[in-house]
Structure formats: C-alpha cells, structure tokens
C-alpha cells in the first residue's frame, strides 16, 4: 500500500475506534494527508527513510507545528504552538507521517490516564467481568493506540514510568533510552531532570527503530547527549549467550500477585535456557526511590508551571488585577492533582523544608545511582516487573493518591539514575490481562537493553 493509502485507513480506523477507546485529543487530516503524499513523492525516488510512511501517533505533552498540544490541560486549552519539537521533527525526517495527538494524565502527573481533561482513556483489554480499565499513564492514549494496532508506533514520555506502566498495562513495548539520549526541546516540561522521551511499540525491533529516529544530539537541549547514537535496531538481533542478568531481591514487594512473581520467574528461566548467567542482587536503597521521587518531580514540577500564567499560552481567565487574573487562571485550568504536586513542589523547596525534603530527596537520589553503578560492575542487565499489578478498573485508585504513587515503585529508580529502562510483554494473567517485564542496562547501553528485550519476546 501507498503512504496515502495508509494514512487514510489508519485516519479512519483512529475515528471509528475513538468511542470505545477515547485516546485521541486532535487530528489534522489536511497535514496527515500533506505528510503522507511527500512520503510518497520520496519512495517513488527511492528515497525512503527509517520510518518511511509509518503511522505515527503524539503524546499531547509534544509541540506538533500548528496542531492542538495542550498536555492535556484546560490550562493551554487552544495552544497550536508556532514550532515542532525535536523528538517529533525527527521522526518526519525519518520519513514518518503525523496521525493524531494523544490524551495523557495531565501534564504527565498520574499512572491511570483518568486526569486528562477530555475524560479517561479505555485500555482495549478488558477486565474477566467485562470492566473497563485504565491502560495505565501517563502516557495511556498511546499505549491504547499500539495496542489497539491503530499506528505503527507512538511517542510517550518517561518521567517516572509513564512509558514502561501503560506498556505493562496494554501489552505493548514501551522504551525510555539513557536520560538525555532524546531531546527534551518542545516536550512540556513535567521534571526535567527525570523527563525521558521515548517510544511505544508492537514488537522489540520496532522499538528499537522508532527510538534510534528520534535520539542523537540536540544543540536546543541542555541535558542532550553528544553522544553517537548506536545501531538499536542491529542489538535485537544478537545473542544473550553469556550475559549476567541481575535479579533485585529488593522487587519482591509486599502483596505483588503472585502470577507476576511467576512472570518474572519465567523471564529468567527463559534467560537461563538461552545461556544468560543469573545472579542475584541487591539495590539497597529502592526502598526510598518513590518517596524521594515524589519529592523531586513535585519540586521540579512547581518550578516549571510557574509560567502557565495566562500571559503566554493558552487560556486566560480574567481577574481584577494581575495577581487575581494569575489566581484565576491557575485555579481554573489545572487539575486537582496538578495543584497537589505544585502544592508539594513549593512545600519541599520552602525555605524553611529544603534541607530536610528536597536536599535529602537528592542524597537518596545519589544512593540510587551508586546501587545501580556497584550492580553493573557484576551483571550487564537488570530483570524486574515493569508494574506491581496488571491493569487496574477506572476510578478504583482515583480518589486515593498512594495507592496511585505505588504503580511507580519499580519504574522510578531508572528515571533517578538516568539508565535506560524498557518493558516488553510478558504474558497474561489468569483473568487474561496482559503483564510485563523491565530491562534496565547502565547508562548509554541500550543495545544490551534491546538484546535481552527481544530475547523474551
Ligand atoms: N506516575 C508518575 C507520576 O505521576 C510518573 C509519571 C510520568 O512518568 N510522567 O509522577
């Protein structure tokens, strides 16, 4: 089929699904159809890049040029930014086509895509009774989309799991790189210091793809590694004969169902069979990755909404004077988790409460780091559960913020050190609900990350 030809069925089959699965936040079929009928013109010159013709859905948390990016908050309600981000240029210019904008928990704050404000997103796995479920978030509308085979792949964002959850959640492969291997520039800031832009896709080697065309080094982003980006899509295809595989005792959690003890089990006795050698490690100092992560994302949080201040993007609402129009417009267009963690964020960077929330939050952090380096002189990957549950009815967390927290245990030490992380499926439970498994590598080897994830495919 043509790109042409594609794009419109995929269009269409995006429209028609949208009621059931309510994951999409914009479309602009004029631009699809532009970028389709290019990608055309180049594969008829033979031109065809990595991505040529695919696809593509967008979290809405990235600047696509002239179409609705509002993180899925009234706040920027109406924002069409003047620019593309950088991650998202990429993929265009591996030859991949816009398909649609996709809903999130708003500004990536949540892990059951119910904060967004066009409603919560259905998993297309449903429950053994019929529920329906969260695919997990933040970056829930993609997920839904790769799994529901509506695009080729999509973008999301990893700031403490919010690829590697919703990847669990809906059977698909979620990526997060090393933390600066992708470019931050045009992604709305949730925390920069732990945001990670990756993909979402059906199979490993895909993955691998979609995240090779969007890394490499971004002069418009700090934090961007120099670095060459290497060959992902070559490390699928290579043998884990003889590499040590790093099992946490420190995963085995408290009331974690006992088929994903099983799940991960499997993971390594189909590792073994394939000549890995597995040894057993400690990471010592997980147990305070979630409470110092809910410390420094809130902070970095409230330090980077303090523009939303009705001036420059989005919705204003007008008060009296300048202090009651930013009142107004503040309390209106965020979301009541939004303010929670703006609320967190400027409480733990107080005067009064920085050295004993957010300068600790940081010591653990340190902690963190030193755990995964002293693990990666002995073993050349980590194997976990990617989540403590399978995917969870709508509304059954929403109103208790821990329960919603611990999703993350496992996924946020991979964002406080900055190593890359990924979760590929892992079966079914016995209500027939998809599982995953985590792969975490030290930082920069991404390709052992891809060797061992397409091994357990
Ligand atoms: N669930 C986590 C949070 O709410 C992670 C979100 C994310 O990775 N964007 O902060």
Redesign the pocket.
């Known amino acids: 089929v043509s790109a042409t030809e594609l794009a419109k069925e995929a269009l269409a089959a995006c429209r028609s699904a949208q009621g059931a699965l309510n994951a999409f936040t914009a479309f602009d079929e004029a631009k699809t159809m532009a970028m389709a009928k290019a990608s055309d013109e180049r594969l008829a010159r033979g031109e065809g890049g990595l991505l040529e013709g695919a696809p593509l859905a967008i979290k809405d948390l990235f600047a696509v040029e002239g179409v609705s990016t509002t993180a899925s908050s009234n706040i920027l309600k109406g924002f069409k930014p003047p620019y593309e981000s950088s991650v998202t240029q990429s993929w265009w210019d591996n030859g991949g086509v816009f398909l649609c904008k996709t809903s999130m928990?708003e500004f990536?704050?949540?892990?059951s895509n119910e904060t967004s404000n066009t409603g919560p997103v259905n998993n297309p796995w449903k429950g053994a009774k019929g529920e329906t479920l969260t695919p997990g978030?933040?970056s829930g509308g993609s997920a839904t989309a790769v799994a529901a085979d509506l695009c080729f792949g999509a973008t999301g964002?990893?700031?403490?799991?919010?690829i590697r959850q919703p990847a669990s959640f809906t059977g698909t492969v979620g990526v997060k790189g090393t933390y600066g291997r992708t470019s931050r520039w045009g992604a709305i800031a949730?925390a920069s210091s732990l945001d990670h832009p990756g993909p979402f896709a059906k199979t490993v080697k895909d993955g691998a793809m979609l995240l090779q065309a969007m890394s490499g080094h971004d002069p418009k982003d700090s934090t961007s590694l120099p670095n060459e980006v290497p060959d992902f899509v070559a490390a699928c295809g290579r043998s884990v004969k003889g590499l040590r595989i790093g099992v946490p005792k420190e995963y085995r959690v408290d009331g974690m169902p006992d088929e994903i003890e099983q799940a991960w089990q499997q993971g390594i006795e189909w590792l073994k069979a394939a000549g890995c050698e597995i040894v057993d490690i400690s990471l010592p100092h997980t147990k305070y990755a979630l409470p110092a992560y809910y410390i420094v994302?809130p902070a970095e949080a409230s330090s980077n909404l303090a523009r939303y201040d009705g001036m420059r993007y989005g919705n204003r609402v007008e008060g009296k004077d300048l202090t009651e129009t930013y009142e107004k417009t503040r309390a209106s267009g965020f979301g009541t988790e939004v303010q929670r963690r703006i609320m967190i964020g400027t409480y733990v960077l107080s005067a009064g409460y920085y050295d004993a929330y957010y300068l600790r939050a940081l010591k653990v952090r340190t902690r963190i780091l030193q755990d995964f380096d002293q693990a990666f002189e002995k073993v050349d990957a980590i194997l976990t559960p990617s989540a403590p549950s399978a995917a969870f009815p709508l509304g059954s967390k929403s109103n208790d913020p821990i329960a919603m927290y611990l999703?993350?245990v496992f996924t946020v030490t991979a964002n406080l050190a900055g190593v890359p992380a990924m979760s590929v499926p892992a079966g079914l439970d016995k209500d027939g609900l998809p599982l995953g498994l985590q792969i975490i590598t030290k930082a920069l080897d991404e390709e052992t990350m891809f060797t061992v994830g397409a091994a357990l495919e």
Not at 108 to 111: E, I, K
Not at 157 to 162: A, L, N
């Open positions: 928990d990536a704050m949540g892990s978030g933040s964002t990893d700031t403490g799991g919010s949730f994302a999703n993350d």
